[in-house]
């Protein structure tokens, strides 16, 4: 059950697949201390330089690359997630959004390429919901085609080349030695997945395309597992994992005396009572109501699976975890001073009008406090003014490291290199690895019921 991964980062998407059985064949991004942390944590050696050699991660440009060995059969799965940043709706105005018309927006191509080569069972490729509406909806449809009609992309990569050599380079050797024998697939699965739904413990919306190889059987029956997997369970759906379970290590009915003294902490700004009660109240229900029950003891299980369970982060100091990434950041008075204002669940608007008040300030994200009883905003990369994300306590203020790579769902046990910068950006940049976890049984499954990887399932299993 071997995986093909591209556009790799820290390994966030490959986690996943690692948990359900799949072993990484070939790894690639153009970041080193991504290939650091990967390297940590899934045991592989680090190349330098673009081209992809057997369990490795190699460090380079993509467009640069070519297999540096012989590709003996074709990897179970092909993984990636190209640059989003020319994409998202993050970046505002239409200018800064220009899509696949940016040389960053169209390594969607090298991606297409490798689908092209290695001819993979099935592929995932993940994206931000705003490629849905860039460039209005023309570059969903572009990718969605070349994707389809992945036997024509010879022709349209020279055709691109030929009327823009500045944005497309010239059509790869090995793109050209696979014309002719180029696979058809299938999509089988286009649409967003709110993080939340299969338990991480932040509101995180990411778009998946999921193809398969069209000469393996499978039906609609298949695709229609797929789909159902993919949206999660109804109990967590309904009640989702909250940041207070995450970073406390408990599930909420054993959280109650924590949940008061945070109230105690906000007296005037911040009303609470009961943990349990202000949760139903936020999502409906009660405390008898059997999906509550249920999400209760999917909770449970998430925090156990993850390795959080009975650790708090707000209790642990920073020697529990030597790769530095529960360090307290020292936060200057004037911050300070405007996040003890700030209740939780808002942001800088908070203090609008008076003497906190931050300038020109549009971003939701900018000095906005985590909501005990809800799952976190989307942890982001990148970004000052305010945007590394800010504790429910209000006795503490940025969230160290740690903390967001919880929120993001990574397990304790994943050990991160680099400075506080670079794993911010690591832990940022990925697709959370809980999401990844779920999506890889999934898939599995629909291979595995298709009659693909039959053998090798058996033999990982025992």
């Given amino acids: 059950m071997k ?5 790799t980062g820290a390994g966030g998407l490959d986690w996943g697949f690692h948990k359900a059985g ?13 290939a650091q942390t ?33 590709l003996d059969e074709p990897p179970a799965v092909l993984l990636g997630g190209p640059p989003c940043q020319d994409f998202s709706i993050m970046r505002g105005v239409k200018e800064e959004r220009a899509g696949t018309q940016t040389i960053r927006g169209r390594l969607y191509l090298q991606y297409a390429r490798y689908l092209a080569v290695a001819k993979p069972a099935a592929f995932v490729f993940e994206n931000v919901p705003g490629l849905l509406s860039s460039n209005s909806g023309r570059d969903i449809k572009t ?26 380079p010239p059509l790869p050797e090995d793109l050209a030695s696979a014309e002719g024998s180029i696979p058809r697939y299938t999509l089988v699965y286009k649409g967003v997945i709110d993080s939340s739904w299969h338990g991480v413990p932040q509101q995180r919306k990411r778009l998946f395309i999921i193809g ?17 997997a993919l949206s999660g369970t109804p109990a967590l759906r309904k009640y989702p994992l909250t940041a207070l379970e995450a970073l406390e290590g408990r599930v909420l009915t054993e ?44 909770h449970t299980l998430i925090l156990q699976s993850m390795g959080w369970w009975g650790t708090s982060l707000t209790e642990v100091d920073e020697e529990a975890f030597p790769d530095g990434t529960h360090m307290r950041a020292r936060e200057s008075a004037a911050v300070k001073e405007r996040m003890w204002e700030i209740p939780p669940g808002e942001n800088h608007l908070a203090v609008r009008g008076t003497k906190h008040e931050v300038e020109g300030r549009g971003f939701s994200l900018v000095y906005r406090r985590l909501h005990p009883l809800r799952p976190a905003y989307t942890v982001v990369a990148h970004g000052g003014g305010g945007t590394w994300g800010y504790h429910y306590r209000r006795s503490l203020s940025r969230l160290t490291n740690r903390e967001r790579a919880r929120l ?25 690895p809980l999401l990844s976890w779920r999506m890889a049984q999934a898939l599995l499954e629909l291979l595995r019921s298709a009659g693909v990887l039959q053998e090798e399932v058996v033999l990982a299993g025992g």
């Fill in 38 to 70: 990967y390297a940590e944590n899934f045991s592989v050696r680090i190349s330098p330089g673009p081209d992809l050699l057997e369990n490795a991660y190699s460090v380079g440009d993509i467009a640069q690359s070519r297999f540096g060995y012989s």
């Fill in 143 to 168: 990718i969605l085609d070349d994707f389809a009609h992945l036997n024509l992309l010879p022709k349209r990569w020279r055709e691109q080349h030929r009327l823009d050599p500045n944005r497309t």
């Fill in 255 to 298: 959280l109650e005396d924590t949940y008061k003294e945070i109230v105690r902490e906000y007296q005037g700004i911040f009303e609470g009572s009961s943990a349990v009660d202000d949760y139903l109240r936020l999502y409906g229900g009660n405390p008898k109501n059997p999906l509550f029950e249920q999400a209760l003891e999917e």
């Fill in 22 to 34: 799949f072993r990484t064949l070939s790894a690639l991004d153009i970041k080193p201390d991504s």
């Fill in 212 to 228: 398969i190889r069209e000469d393996i059987g499978f039906g609609l029956d298949h695709a229609l597992a797929l789909e159902e």
């Fill in 408 to 432: 993001q769902s990574f397990p304790d046990s994943f050990t991160f290199r680099g400075t506080q910068t670079e794993v911010r950006a690591q832990i940022g940049e990925a697709v959370p």
């Fill in 3 to 7: 995986m093909l991964s591209l556009f």
